[in-house]
């Protein structure tokens, strides 16, 4: 199985950039075909240019890489922290330019002449690993929990992932290592779990 993995996170040795690793070790663990990228140490360019928005345009082969990968996944991890209920702007930026018109969605028409999406990524599951230095009960009551509404209908279940988890680990500012390494097991588990 191939499995796609994406950080949105820009310092290098932030535990975002553990859980991906640690994603990575267990997806690869398990025999399956990983790409992996992190974002920010790739000088990934998050800003769309104009040119970019045809749906005929050559895309340059960077991207053209990004897509392929993500159609071909059967599974898809994401991991960023939560800065202002929204995943970073390259993150933000890579899915502008990647999970494009054509690549990951159309619309077809229905009898009212409407455009109907139709998402076109054939992943079975996604899981999106969030940090947050809000405790998730609290962005819920006070915010309705953006994050969890923008990753599962506006984008992953949009794009055809029938099945998407979100696991938010807070609060990261005052967690404790045995608590980090808690959580790190947590993502072995759930990883393992979805690949069986």
Not at 25 to 45: I, M, S, Y
Not at 144 to 173: M, S
Request: contains cysteine; proline residues 7%; glycine residues 8%.
């Amino acid at each position: 199985m191939r499995y796609s993995v994406i950080l949105g996170h820009p310092r290098p040795g932030s535990f975002n950039h553990a859980i991906a690793q640690v994603a990575c070790e267990t997806l690869r663990g398990g025999g399956h075909d990983v790409t992996f990228h992190d974002l920010q140490a790739e000088g990934f360019d998050p800003v769309a240019p104009a040119e970019e928005l045809s749906r005929d345009v050559k895309l340059p082969p960077d991207i053209v890489r990004h897509c392929d990968e993500i159609v071909s996944a059967d599974g898809i991890v994401i991991v960023h922290p939560n800065w202002w209920g929204q995943p970073p702007a390259i993150l933000k930026g890579w899915l502008d330019r990647v999970l494009r018109m054509g690549t990951a969605y159309k619309f077809v028409a229905n009898e009212k002449g409407e455009g109907v999406p139709v998402g076109l990524l054939v992943a079975k599951w996604a899981m999106v690993f969030t940090t947050s230095n809000t405790p998730q009960a609290a962005d819920r009551e006070l915010f309705g929990d953006p994050l969890e509404n923008f990753w599962t209908r506006c984008v992953l279940e949009f794009c055809g992932v029938k099945r998407v988890t979100r696991v938010n680990y807070d609060v990261i500012i005052t967690s404790t290592p045995e608590q980090r390494e808690a959580w790190l097991m947590d993502v072995r588990q759930r990883l393992d779990a979805a690949c069986r």
